[in-house]
């Protein structure tokens, strides 16, 4: 199947994304005080990491996970306090939704990373619910 220039962009953005969430992820894990908090995080990243996966089936490309979201978010939960970051990090899953929606009408294989983007928007905020 052939894949327009636009799609394609919007899946190597994709892919970027999830290699970058899951560095993300784990960095968190490893910042958290709360152990419970910890272990979502890194439940997160492995799924994140199968998203990429998912994504480089389609592109075909192997891209390099950046490191500014693994340094910043840590940061922020130290400085701010998980109650202003997770809420910033769960918009960001539920904002994927909408972003990979187009795409998952086209390839099938993408229904499952879109549902669950927003699945792991509900599961960090009720990490907020649950304290």
């Known amino acids: 199947m052939s894949i327009s220039p636009e799609d394609m962009k919007v899946l190597l953005k ?6 970058d ?3 993300m992820y784990n960095a968190l894990a490893d910042a958290v005080k709360d152990e419970k908090d910890a272990e979502v995080f890194r ?3 492995a799924e994140e990491g199968h998203h990429a996966a998912v994504f480089k089936a389609l592109t075909n490309q192997t ?3 950046k490191k ?3 340094v910043i978010v840590p940061l922020l939960y130290k ?5 202003r970051v997770y809420p910033i990090i769960a918009k960001s899953e539920y904002g994927a939704v909408d972003t990979y929606a187009p795409v998952a009408e086209k390839f099938p294989e993408a229904e499952s990373v879109k549902n669950d983007e927003h699945r792991h928007g509900d599961t960090v905020f009720g990490l907020l619910v649950n304290e």
């Open 14 to 19: 994709a892919q970027q994304g999830e290699l």
């Open 21 to 23: 969430a899951v560095l």
């Open 43 to 45: 439940q997160l990243a």
């Open 63 to 65: 891209l390099k996970p």
């Open 68 to 70: 500014t979201l693994a």
């Open 79 to 83: 400085l701010l306090g998980k109650k």
